[in-house]
Structure formats: C-alpha cells, structure tokens
Nanobody
Framework: QVQLVESGGGLVQAGGSLRLSCAAS????????VGWFRRAPGKQRELVAR???????NYADSVKGRFTISRDNAKNTVYLQMHSLKPEDTAVYYC?????????????WGQGTQVTVSS
C-alpha cells in the first residue's frame, strides 16, 4: 500500500507560480513512475506530467515549458513546479503512483489539491 498526500494548491493570479508536493508513505525508489494529473470542471482527467524511477520526464503539450516535475527520493516526495499559470490551469490536481509492473495503470492516488488561477 502506498498513501499519497498532495499539498501546495491554492489561489493564484494568472502569471503566478505554485509548487505542488506529493508525499508518499513509502520509499519512492521502487515506484515505477509518478504522475501528476488534473481534472477541470466539465473536463476529463488529463495527465499533466510524469516522472519515472529513472528520472525521465514527460509533459502534456499544454504545460511544456511552464511546469517541471521532479523528485526528492530522500523525502519520498514528488513535486510539480508550475510557472506562468493560466486560468485554464484551474483544476484539482492529483498525484498517482504506478507500482505494479503487471499493470499498465496508476494504481495509487492521492486525494487531490485544488489549484485556482484567477484572470
């Protein structure tokens, strides 16, 4: 079992920055990958960024150049640094962990943190 707790969300003006944190209850060294997802009202959940156990990263086109995902293995924490925020970034942000190599899906999820970007 892996418990994930997100924090760092809030209200920010357009152009501002936030850093989200995803703290895991266990070592993240053995986790295949961690992803940040978001769900905006009336929209489907989308993968924003992900980082593998080896440190490789991928980003949605909509956030490339503005968001950075990183991990601190010593703190069992994955971060999502968000710059140049736009109103369309408003959503509930979730982190998720892919731990089972027999499954091609994220099998643990956090409770989410709200990010609201005002124009």
């Amino acid at each position: 079992q892996v418990q994930l707790v997100e924090s760092g969300g809030g209200l920010v003006q357009a152009g501002g920055s936030l850093r989200l944190s995803c703290a895991a209850s266990t070592s993240i060294l053995g986790i295949i990958g961690v992803g940040w997802f978001r769900r905006a009202p009336g929209k489907q959940r989308e993968l924003v960024a992900r980082i593998s156990s080896g440190g490789s990263t991928n980003y949605a086109d909509s956030v490339k150049g503005r968001f950075t995902i990183s991990r601190d293995n010593a703190k069992n924490t994955v971060y999502l640094q968000m710059h140049s925020l736009k109103p369309e970034d408003t959503a509930v942000y979730y982190c998720a962990a892919h731990t089972n190599p027999n499954l091609d899906e994220y099998n643990y999820w956090g409770q989410g943190t709200q990010v609201t970007v005002s124009s």
